[in-house]
């Protein structure tokens, strides 16, 4: 049974978590170990190199998209792949993420957490649910 009062709001704070991690990785891709880094990263587990910059756009685009509530729930989905993929990276370490180089449990935690967004919608205070006053009715 789901409290339809309060859902939204829980949508909305799962919402803002995943937007916020989402940004959070992309900036410390792109700010801390840099895109060469990010590359070298790739290379050393196998991963297609090409993918370091789309990956790095995607994370801080679909990260600010899933923040502000626009198309939140189609930019989860769409940045799953980039989940499976680090799934992937860090299967090798084993469960734990503070493993050594960290485990899976957290990319495998956020692919379900991202299925529960696109399912759940993006709640409260969603760009996407805003309209101008001209357009709402009388």
Not at 6 to 29: D, E, F, N
Not at 69 to 92: D, E, K, M, Q, Y
């Amino acid at each position: 049974m789901v409290e339809t009062r309060l859902a939204p709001w829980g949508a909305l704070a799962l919402r803002l978590a995943l937007g916020t991690m989402w940004v959070s990785h992309g900036l410390l891709k792109l700010l801390v170990y840099t895109p060469a880094g990010f590359v070298a990263y790739l290379q050393s587990v196998g991963l297609p190199t090409q993918v370091a910059v789309p990956v790095i756009l995607a994370e801080l685009v679909g990260g600010a998209a899933i923040l502000a509530g626009f198309h939140g729930r189609w930019a989860s989905l769409a940045l799953s792949p980039i989940l499976v993929g680090a799934t992937l990276a860090h299967a090798p370490n084993g469960w734990v993420f503070s493993s050594p180089n960290g485990g899976w449990e957290f990319p495998v935690f956020l692919i379900a957490a991202s299925a529960a967004h696109a399912l759940l919608g993006d709640g409260r205070l969603a760009f996407r649910a805003w309209r101008p006053l001209a357009a709402q009715p009388a």
